[in-house]
C-alpha cells in the first residue's frame, strides 16, 4: 500500500484522484516495458519438453510402444511427467524466488494523489502524476519540470554528454537519466514503452546479462557430456546390433547408456542454487540484482568500503565550530558568541532549504538550537549555484531580511581558494583544520559574499568572498565496524577506505576501526597523477584513499581488478555510481543509498550494515561449496551407472545388458533431487570463512577434483560391477543378478550421499549436521528401493527376482566397501593438516 510522508509538493497542484490514475493508465499503459517473449510457465514448458533427457525418454517410450511392451512404455510415460513436473517446479520456485527479489529490489516513486504525498511502485506512475525526483534518483518516467530546486540532471544515457545539463521551469525531462543535483516535482508526460528511452529500445530491462564464467563452465561440462553420451550411444547401438540383429532392441540399449552418461542435474541444479541462495540472502538482509551475483560472493578478494554511513554512523552532529573572527575553537553544544552564530547561520543558508544530506541536516539541528528565533525566520532562496568544482562547494543566495546573502560552504581547500586569505592565516587555518581531522572529524569551510540581488557572476567562485570559519562535524565509527573489519581479515580479504573525507579524518576513522595499513594514504589528486602501471603497484599496498571524487574511485577499482583481485565496493551515493557499476561486487546502502547507487549495485544492504556483507560473503562461499558436492555426487555416480551398462557388453559377459532405460529413469528420480535440493540446503562447514577466497576464475570442476570424482565413481563400480560378477558366476538367474546388481547401486547412492556432504570431515560428525531434507530423500530413496524389491507388481516392470536378506546385506557390504573408502582418504588428508 502507498505510503504518506510529509515532503512537500506543489501548493498549486493536488495532483491525481484515483480514478484520474485508473483513467491514465487505462489510456496510456502501465510504465513498464513489454516482458521478455518466452518468459511464464509456457516458456518453462517449452524449455523442459527440449530438454535432451526429455527427448531420451519420449524416444525410449516410442520404442518400448514398437515392441508391444506396455507396462514399460507407460512407466517411462508417467517418468516422462516426472521428470518434467521436478524441472517445472525448480524452475517455477526458482522464478518465485528471483520474482520476490525483483519485488524487493523495485525502485519506488513519491508522487502526490490527491493532496497527499505516497510512495508507490515505480510501474504504477500514470501520465499525469506529480514526482518528486531528488539528488541520486533515477527519472522514473518522461516528464516537464514544474517547481525545480537547484535541479541538475545526468542526460548521459541518451545523450552521451557527461556534464549534468540544469534545468529550468517548463523543461523536458527523460526516463532512464538521473537526477545530478537539486530536486524537483514533475508532472509526467509519458510511461513505459512511450518514453523516449522506450521508443529507441535502450532500456536496461531488455539487456540480456552475460553469463558468468561458473555458467559458461556448466553448459560447456554439460555440453561435452552430451556429446560423449552420443559416441556411447551409437557404439553401444552398433555393438548390439550385431550380436543380436535387431536394431530395435539395440536401440533401447544404446538409448539406456546416453541416458546414464547425461548429467542434466547440473544445470538444474546450478539455477536452482543460485536462485534459492538469492532468496536465502534477501531474508538475510542482503539482496541480489541477478541470482548469479551469488557464485561471485565467495571470491571477494578486496572489500573497497566508503567511509560515512558504511563504517561510521548514519547521523551526523555538529561538534566544533571554528570562528574566524575571533580565531578560536568553540564546541557545540554551548553557549556561542554572535561572530561564531553567524558561521552557524551561514552554513545553514548554503544548505538545502529542506535538507536530506545528513551533514545538512547537523547543520540545521545545531544552528535551530543555538539560535532558535533566527532559525525560524524564513529565508527564501533568490538564486543557487549547485555542488561544483574539485573539491566541491556550493553557494545560495537567500533573502535575510532586507538584504541579499551569498553563502557558502564546502571544502576548506576550495574556500580558502575563493577568499584569497594571506598565506600566513591560510596555513593557519589549514592547521586547524588538519587538527580537527586527526580528531576524526569531518570540517567544513564557510564563507560569505554580498550581493545586490539583481545581478549574478557565471561562478560562484566569482564572489567576492569572506572567510568566516569552519564546522567539524562527528560522524563516530559504527559499534560493530571493529568486528566486520576483522570478519573480513579473517576471512583472508583485504580492506580499503575509499572516502571523500580529508585525509587526516580517514585515517583517524581508519585508526579507529583497526583497519591495517592506516598510515598508508593515497587522495584522488594522486591517484589521477599517477600512470596506470605505477597506480597498479600503489593500490595494492595503500589502505586509505581519502580525497576520492567519482574517476579516482573507478581507477583504483579498475587497477585493482588488473592486478587479478575481484572487488567488492560499498557506496551510497551518485558519485559512487561508477565504480559500484565496475566492481565484481557492486554494493548498495538500501535505506540511506541514492537510486542511482542502488541501480548500479549488483547487491543491496537493506539495513545499511556492513556487517550484512560479510554474511553475504559467507553465504557465497557455502552455496559454491555446495554446488561442487552437488557437481561430484552427480560425476560419482554417473560412472559407475555407465560402466555397469557398458563394461558387460563391451566385455561380453554372458548376462549383458541388464539394465534397460525404466531402471535408469528410476536412479535419474532419486539424483536429481538429491543434487539440487538437498546438497542446496547444507549448511555451511566449520571453518569456511577462515579460507582464502577462491579465485573466479577457477573452474568448478578441476582435473584433480574431477580426477577424485572418477576415482570415487570407479569405487562404487568396482562394488557393483563385483555383485554383478560374482552373482553371474554362481549361475544366479538373470532377474536375481539384476536385483542384486542394481540394489547395490541404490546402496552405493545412499552412502555417497552421505559421505560427499563434507569433503574433509568424517561422515561420522557429519552425521549430526542438521539436514531435514537431505535425510528426507535418503529415507524416499530406501523406500522406493524396497517397493521395487517386494511389491510383485514392481519385480515386474523392473525384471526383478526374489532375493534373500543376507544376500542384501552383500549388497549393502560392497556398496560400503566401493564407496567408505573414501572415508580413509579424507582421515589421511586430515592428518596430514594437524602435522
Known amino acids: 500500500m502507498p505510503r504518506p510522508t510529509t515532503l512537500p509538493a506543489p501548493a498549486s497542484f493536488s495532483g491525481l484522484t484515483e480514478e484520474g490514475v485508473v483513467a491514465a493508465r487505462a489510456s496510456y499503459g502501465r510504465n513498464v516495458v513489454a516482458a521478455p517473449a518466452g518468459a511464464g510457465l509456457a516458456g518453462t514448458l517449452r524449455e523442459v519438453v527440449t530438454e535432451p533427457m526429455f527427448l531420451l525418454l519420449v524416444t525410449a517410450c516410442a520404442v518400448y510402444i514398437a515392441l508391444g511392451e506396455g507396462a514399460e512404455a507407460i512407466t517411462l510415460g508417467v517418468a516422462m511427467l516426472a521428470v518434467a513436473g521436478i524441472s517445472v517446479y525448480q524452475q517455477l520456485r526458482s522464478d518465485r524466488a528471483l520474482s520476490a527479489l525483483r519485488e524487493l529490489t523495485q525502485p519506488r516513486a513519491r508522487v502526490r494523489r490527491g493532496g497527499v504525498v505516497v510512495t508507490v511502485p515505480v510501474e504504477d506512475l500514470v501520465v499525469g502524476d506529480a514526482v518528486l525526483v531528488e539528488e541520486g534518483s533515477r527519472l522514473p518516467a518522461d516528464g516537464l519540470v514544474t517547481e525545480p530546486s537547484d535541479f541538475a540532471v545526468d542526460e548521459a544515457i541518451l545523450t552521451g554528454e557527461a556534464v549534468p545539463v540544469a534545468k529550468a521551469q517548463g523543461d523536458p525531462v527523460f526516463a532512464g537519466t538521473s537526477t545530478a543535483a537539486g530536486r524537483a516535482w514533475l508532472t509526467v508526460t509519458a510511461v513505459g514503452a512511450g518514453t523516449r528511452l522506450g521508443l529507441i529500445g535502450q532500456s536496461m530491462e531488455a539487456i540480456v546479462p552475460e553469463k558468468t564464467p561458473l555458467q559458461r563452465q556448466v553448459s560447456r561440462f554439460v555440453l561435452r557430456m552430451a556429446w560423449v553420451g552420443a559416441g556411447a550411444f551409437a557404439l553401444v547401438w552398433a555393438v548390439n546390433y550385431a550380436h543380436s540383429g535387431n536394431w530395435v532392441t539395440a536401440l533401447l540399449f544404446g538409448l539406456t547408456l546416453a541416458m546414464s552418461i547425461l548429467p542434466e542435474e547440473i544445470p538444474v541444479a546450478f539455477s536452482s542454487f543460485m536462485a534459492l541462495g538469492a532468496a536465502r540472502l534477501s531474508r538475510l538482509g542482503v539482496l541480489t540484482k541477478q541470482p548469479q551475483t551469488v557464485e561471485s560472493l565467495g571470491s571477494a578478494t578486496v572489500i573497497c568500503a566508503d567511509k560515512t554511513g558504511t563504517l561510521t554512523q548514519e547521523g551526523m552532529q555538529v561538534r566544533q565550530l571554528y570562528d574566524g573572527t575571533a580565531a578560536r575553537l568553540l564546541p557545540v553544544p554551548g553557549p556561542l558568541p554572535a561572530t561564531a552564530t553567524a558561521v552557524l547561520a551561514c552554513a545553514r543558508w548554503a544548505s538545502e532549504t529542506e535538507p536530506f544530506d545528513a551533514m545538512e541536516k547537523a547543520i540545521v539541528e545545531a544552528y535551530a538550537a543555538a539560535d532558535p528565533a533566527a532559525a525560524a525566520a524564513p529565508c527564501p532562496m533568490v538564486h543557487e549555484y549547485p555542488l561544483a568544482g574539485t573539491p566541491p562547494m556550493m553557494t545560495h543566495l537567500r533573502r535575510v531580511g532586507a538584504e541579499t546573502v551569498v553563502a557558502g560552504k564546502g571544502a576548506v581547500e576550495h574556500i580558502l581558494a575563493v577568499c584569497r586569505l594571506a598565506l600566513a592565516r591560510a596555513e593557519e587555518i589549514r592547521q586547524v583544520t588538519r587538527k580537527l581531522s586527526g580528531q576524526g572529524y569531518r570540517v567544513l569551510g564557510v564563507a560569505r559574499a554580498h550581493s545586490d540581488g539583481t545581478a549574478f557572476p557565471e561562478g560562484q567562485d566569482d564572489f567576492a568572498w569572506e572567510f568566516l570559519g569552519l564546522v567539524a562535524l562527528e560522524n563516530p565509527p559504527k559499534a560493530n565496524a571493529a568486528a566486520v573489519l576483522q570478519a573480513f581479515l579473517t576471512a583472508q580479504m583485504r580492506v580499503k577506505m575509499i572516502t571523500g573525507d580529508f585525509p587526516e579524518t580517514a585515517q583517524a576513522i581508519a585508526r579507529q576501526v583497526g583497519l591495517p595499513g592506516a598510515d598508508t594514504l593515497l587522495t584522488g589528486q594522486q591517484v589521477m597523477a599517477l600512470p596506470a602501471a605505477a597506480l597498479r603497484q600503489q593500490v595494492t599496498g595503500t589502505a586509505v584513499f581519502a580525497r576520492m571524487f567519482p574517476e579516482a574511485k573507478l581507477r583504483v577499482v579498475e587497477a585493482l581488478k588488473a592486478n587479478g583481485e575481484v572487488v567488492a565496493m560499498t557506496g551510497d551515493g551518485v558519485n559512487d555510481g561508477p565504480a559500484l557499476k565496475a566492481a565484481h561486487i557492486g554494493v548498495a546502502m538500501g535505506r540511506r543509498g541514492t537510486e542511482v547507487a542502488r541501480q548500479a549495485a549488483s547487491l543491496v544492504l537493506v539495513d545499511d550494515d556492513l556487517a550484512g556483507m560479510v554474511t553475504a560473503i559467507a553465504q557465497g562461499r557455502r552455496i559454491y561449496q555446495n554446488f561442487k558436492k552437488a557437481v561430484f555426487y552427480v560425476v560419482s555416480i554417473h560412472s559407475p551407472i555407465v560402466l555397469t551398462v557398458a563394461v558387460p557388453l563391451l566385455a561380453n559377459w554372458p548376462l549383458a545388458n541388464l539394465f534397460s532405460p525404466v531402471h535408469i529413469i528410476f536412479l535419474e528420480l532419486v539424483m536429481g533431487p538429491t543434487c539440487s535440493v538437498a546438497f542446496e540446503n547444507e549448511p555451511a562447514e566449520d571453518g569456511q570463512m577462515r579460507q582464502p577466497p577462491r579465485p573466479l576464475t577457477t573452474t568448478f570442476l578441476g582435473r584433480a577434483e574431477l580426477g577424485r570424482s572418477i576415482v570415487q565413481g570407479l569405487g562404487i563400480a568396482a562394488g557393483v560391477l563385483g555383485v554383478y560378477y560374482v552373482s553371474m558366476r554362481q549361475g544366479l538367474p538373470a532377474p536375481v543378478v539384476r536385483t542384486l546388481t542394481f540394489a547395490t547401486l541404490v546402496l ?43 511389491l510383485p507388481g514392481a519385480q515386474r516392470l523392473f525384471g526383478f527376482g526374489p532375493v534373500s536378506p543376507a544376500s542384501l546385506a552383500w549388497c549393502g557390504l560392497a556398496a560400503l566397501l566401493g564407496t567408505g573408502w573414501i572415508e580413509g582418504y579424507k582421515a589421511v588428508l586430515r592428518a596430514r593438516s594437524v602435522v
Open 748 to 790: 552405493s547412492n545412499l552412502v555417497l550421499t552421505l559421505v560427499n556432504r563434507s569433503f574433509t570431515q568424517s561422515v561420522f560428525r557429519t552425521m549430526g549436521t542438521p539436514n531435514r531434507i537431505l535425510w528426507l530423500m535418503l529415507g524416499l530413496t530406501l523406500t522406493l528401493l524396497l517397493a521395487t524389491l517386494l
